[in-house]
């Protein structure tokens, strides 16, 4: 398989892990320049989640974000795909200062800082409801 081929499959695998959240309100970030527009004109509370195909992904963090959303309303919701948009995770990730890079992860700022990150390490192997918790706390930080 071609790289263009592989990157078409990963596209449809992917595809369904998108609509999860872009039907939730989300705004999906797929280029380097979408994220810096975005940053440069964010204000308020932005919940940021770092995508992934893997299972702590599909299973908790994107879960968990959609619970959360039940209990606080940030003024903005997006999202960037690990492994998929590269770019876009890239330069999102230069936003996130002295954090290292973690996917799957949750990142809530205030304006375009990070006050609150949530990593794979603290998704990974807990539960829906410890993730949700995690969330809730970092609005109230």
């Known amino acids: 398989m ?13 595809q369904p892990m998108r609509t999860e959240l872009t039907e939730k309100g989300f705004l999906e970030l797929t280029t380097a320049e ?10 308020g509370t932005t919940i940021v989640l770092v995508n992934s195909v893997c299972g ?4 908790l963090a994107r879960p968990a974000v959609i ?11 997006v999202t960037v795909f690990a492994g998929q948009d590269k770019e876009a995770t890239e ?3 230069e936003y996130f200062v002295d954090i290292a890079p973690s996917s799957p992860s949750i990142a809530i ?12 390490e ?6 829906v409801e410890t993730v949700v918790n995690h969330i809730l706390t970092g609005f109230q930080v």
């Open 2 to 14: 071609g790289m263009d081929a592989y990157q078409a499959y990963m596209r449809e695998v992917s």
């Open 34 to 43: 979408e994220v810096e527009a975005f940053m440069s004109e964010a204000k």
């Open 56 to 59: 702590c992904a599909g299973g």
């Open 67 to 77: 619970h959360a959303l039940n209990e606080v309303k940030p003024d903005h919701l």
């Open 91 to 93: 330069k999102m990730r």
């Open 109 to 120: 700022l205030e304006n375009n800082t990070v006050k609150h990150f949530i990593p794979r």
């Open 122 to 127: 603290s998704i990974e192997g807990a539960d």
